[in-house]
């Protein structure tokens, strides 16, 4: 039985220990539910509650969320397309290898940026973000199927701490849904 409670994170917990019930309880919703948008949904609402329980920078997180492969694309030009998040609203279409989302796309690998002026072609959907984090979700032969985005209204907001669960959360994920 889902319940909002998941979404509670104590207030004195650690940073490990915030994405470890984000890990925990996404796992439970995930139990006998496939659907993407719907485990994509309750995975940016955890994520948003457990940067929300944690001291600064992690507070200062202003979005968090995913973009999902367009189906709509064409292979030779792949594109994302925004899927649930938490946050102010957000540029609906990113081509694989703009902007810090694209690029983790396309080469498939985390991209913590520490400051987003010094990243080239970053997007700025929302002005207020300083840093960012973009991890890949890749399934098998599917290849990358979505992208977990992370901004932070401060630079330096993420450390290696948060690659490590993040990417955690990207294999969960992609393992846990049924991708279009
Ligand atoms: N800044 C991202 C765009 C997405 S928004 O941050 C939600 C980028 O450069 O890809």
């Known amino acids: 039985m889902v319940h909002a409670d998941a979404s509670t994170f104590a207030a004195d917990v650690t940073k490990a220990e915030a994405y470890e019930q984000v890990l925990l309880q996404a796992e439970g919703l995930f139990y006998e539910q496939r ?8 995975t940016a609402a955890l994520l948003w509650y457990a ?78 973000s300083r840093s960012e984090i973009v991890v890949p979700i890749v399934v098998g032969d599917k290849g990358v199927v979505a992208i977990i985005d992370v901004d932070c209204a401060v630079p330096d907001g993420f450390d290696d701490l948060d690659r490590v669960w993040l990417e955690k959360l990207a294999e969960l994920v992609g393992k846990s849904c049924d991708w279009p």
Do not use: E, M
């Open 51 to 128: 940067y929300k329980s944690l001291p600064a920078p992690s507070n200062q997180v202003n979005w968090a969320g995913f973009y999902t492969l367009n189906p709509l694309s064409l292979p030779s030009r792949p594109q994302l397309i925004l899927g649930p998040f938490q946050g102010k609203v957000a540029c609906q279409t990113i081509a694989f290898g703009r902007g810090v989302c694209g690029v983790a796309a396309k080469t498939q690998k985390t991209q913590l940026v520490p400051d987003v002026d010094a990243f080239p072609g970053h997007i700025a959907c929302d002005g207020a």
């Open 35 to 42: 659907n993407w948008v719907c485990n994509l949904s309750n």
